[in-house]
């Protein structure tokens, strides 16, 4: 009844006059009513958001504009518009829950001129984008996307590297008020916190075959940003980091040269009143385009991997010379398959880098493979790009003779319109291959994974690396408590935690050979529980786990997708704790900066009954030495409430399982 009421109230609140000529306002509200859109029809079409009566996005103009002169949005004329109520369960083959409720109301509003705008409000969330219902190809100029905020509120977000639109997406976040944004171009998502607590991440999804955005200050709006757009790309060469990327040479002036008949990308606000509420959201999953349906994915196995890249393939105790060698790789494949592990990935070494049908002689890669499948482990291999694309089909064939399972794909370090459908074309092809694909030097997440779901994992995130080679900071517990709120709201992300070498910030230093984390090593274990990420990393070398039993038994049992999840508490940059179901097992973890902090767990999501709690938490000494930690088991109920000590840059996490 109570849904039936508020469907009244919302085509009720569509205040423009059906078929009408004139223009008019219109409003529309999330299905629990808190939250509230207006679009006005003006000089341009304005779009405000209000929470609970209190407006927190002010009048913010959006339009997009064509080659020929003609704009969307400038001087709208409305020429119907409809309403629609949707209440229904998305049930995707992996992720953070068995299934989703996607619950909306949403408005179209079709205008003089064959264009529209799709609005939808969410009780999570507003988004829109822009459609056009007229064939042909249209060649899209720059787009207007502007978000204009009800005060001098704190934004966090992160700089590309030379304000330039070619860069890794892998910065730290830093924070300052709107009104001290500049022209330097951040990447999505970024976080705008009101100073009545309200959270709003903006970011996006639906891309396809248009290119991404970046804000940079609104010079209209003292407390406003706006989208910018990298153009179109018309010629390029090999460049940057031994040829890895391909560096634009020159560009169009315009963003997109598309087909008519099509929908644009979601324009999202996600809405929070507290913090833990951004750790547990599926607002671009539920944006994005649906499942291929003609292409089997029964085949896509999400699991974890042992990595070779990170520790340098450091090997104690064997008896022959560790490296890129047939000897390591079987090894991996033998501890993978020892302690339920579902892959290896061979990072460079195992083929020509700019030719990947030249095979490098370092390594048999076929008696690995072939290896790997006699053990139950599948292999990832890791390449470039480009050298991908120039000989795709050759490639994806090579890759399906080998039995190849995945593909780790690097250094694409751009987000327009030529690269976004390289994503598309790469996400196709090695569907049609039964490939799994986990993007490196990646833009965020942005739908792709529903549409195409073996395309695993993604990137787009300072991780564990930076520790290898950027001095002095690396990647630092601060990061590790911030990137949940912000980043992991956009989708999945390979950061490929699970350190074994763990320091405090005076013990911690930058080494490419051996390589470390800041925190402790606690902290690492919890990032396997709140991290999305159905492939996921395990960082450090086989006999650096085989050396602690206690914690390979926890890293070969934990899931990397989960039936259930709720966010219990946190604090952006500050603290978090999260708790996971898989079957019948709960695991709960908690993290926190460099300040040494308490952090309580109330057990009351569990059902009623007896629960065997496994428990690894900071050691009394890992403030010294973040090596340091404890284990220990207990018996809980929902009942229980327990206080974790934990010490900077620390941890806890926790495995439940009933009697």
């Known amino acids: 009844m109570r849904n039936i009421r508020l469907l009244f109230a919302f085509l009720l609140m569509l205040n423009g006059r059906l078929f009408g000529a004139g223009n008019a306002d219109f409003t529309m509200v999330s299905p629990d009513g808190k939250l509230k859109a207006t679009i006005e029809l003006k000089d341009k079409i304005y779009y405000s958001l209000a929470l609970d009566e209190i407006q927190i996005v002010v009048p913010s103009p959006i339009s997009m504009e064509l080659a020929d002169g003609i704009v969307w949005g400038k001087d709208p004329v409305a020429r119907k518009n409809k309403a629609r109520n949707v209440d229904e369960t998305l049930t995707p083959l992996y992720g953070e829950r068995r299934a989703i409720r996607d619950h909306f109301n949403e408005l179209t509003i079709t205008f003089k001129g064959n264009y529209a705008l799709i609005a939808r409000l969410y009780n999570e969330g507003f988004a829109y984008r822009f459609g056009y219902m007229k064939k042909g190809e249209i060649i899209i100029k720059d787009e207007e996307a502007t978000f204009n905020f009800g005060g001098n509120y704190r934004i966090w977000s992160s700089l590309t590297s030379g304000n330039s639109f070619e860069h890794n997406y892998e910065a730290f976040y830093n924070t300052r008020k709107l009104s001290e944004m500049s022209d330097s171009l951040a990447y999505l998502p970024v976080l705008v916190q009101t100073d009545k607590g309200v959270n709003i991440v903006i970011t996006e999804s639906g891309l396809e075959d248009y290119p991404g955005f970046h804000l940079v200050n609104n010079p209209d709006e003292r407390t406003g940003i706006k989208a910018v757009f990298p153009t179109v790309p018309t010629s390029w060469e090999p460049g940057g980091h031994m040829r890895f990327n391909l560096n634009v040479k020159e560009r169009a002036d315009y963003i997109a040269k598309t087909q008519g008949m099509r929908t644009f990308p979601w324009r999202i606000l996600k809405i929070a009143t507290e913090d833990a509420q951004l750790l547990d959201t599926d607002i671009v999953y539920k944006l994005s385009a649906p499942r291929e349906e003609h292409i089997d994915f029964s085949w896509v196995k999400p699991g974890k991997v042992a990595w070779d890249w990170w520790s340098a393939i450091n090997l104690l105790g064997v008896d022959f010379r560790s490296g890129i060698n047939t000897q390591s790789y079987k090894y991996y494949i033998d501890f993978a398959a020892e302690n339920g592990i579902e892959y290896i990935n061979l990072d460079e070494g195992w083929s020509n880098q700019y030719d990947l049908m030249e095979l490098d002689d370092q390594i048999n890669l076929k008696e690995i493979i072939d290896y790997g499948h006699e053990k139950g482990v599948g292999t990832f291999l890791w390449c470039v790009h480009w050298p991908l694309d120039e000989k795709l089909d050759e490639a994806m064939d090579q890759f399906n003779e080998l039995g190849v399972k995945g593909l ?51 990137e787009g995130v300072r991780g564990l690396e930076y520790n290898k080679f950027s001095k002095p900071f690396g990647t630092t517990p601060e990061h590790a408590v911030t990137i949940p709120f912000i980043r992991m709201v956009a989708g999945p992300m390979d950061y490929t935690p699970g350190a074994m070498t763990n320091a405090q910030k005076a013990n911690f230093a930058v080494s490419f050979e051996r390589p470390m984390s800041q925190g402790t090593r606690c902290q690492q274990l919890a990032m396997f529980v709140v991290y999305d990420a159905p492939l996921q990393m395990l960082a450090d070398a086989p006999t650096s786990y085989e050396a602690e039993p206690a914690i390979l ?91 974790f000590k934990l010490a900077p840059g620390g941890g806890f996490v926790i495995k439940i399982k009933p009697f």
């Open 553 to 643: 038994e926890f890293l070969g049992e934990v899931p990397t997708t989960w039936d259930e999840t709720i966010a219990l508490d946190g604090k952006v940059g500050d603290y978090l704790i999260m708790a996971r179901k898989s079957g019948e097992t709960w695991y709960v973890a908690g993290m926190t900066d460099w300040d040494e902090r308490a952090l309580s767990v109330d057990f009351s999501f569990l059902k009623k009954g007896k629960y065997k709690a496994r428990i690894f938490q900071d050691g009394i000494n890992a403030d010294r030495i973040g090596n340091d930690y404890a284990k220990l088991e207990k018996t809980i109920d929902s009942n229980a409430r327990q206080e």
């Open 408 to 458: 780790k794909i690097d250094f694409m370090d751009r987000d327009d319109q030529v690269m976004v459908n390289y994503y598309h074309r790469i996400a196709k092809a090695a569907a049609e291959h039964q490939l799994l694909v986990n993007f490196h030097g990646a833009y965020k997440p942005s739908g792709l994974h529903r549409k195409y779901p073996n395309v695993i994992n993604r």
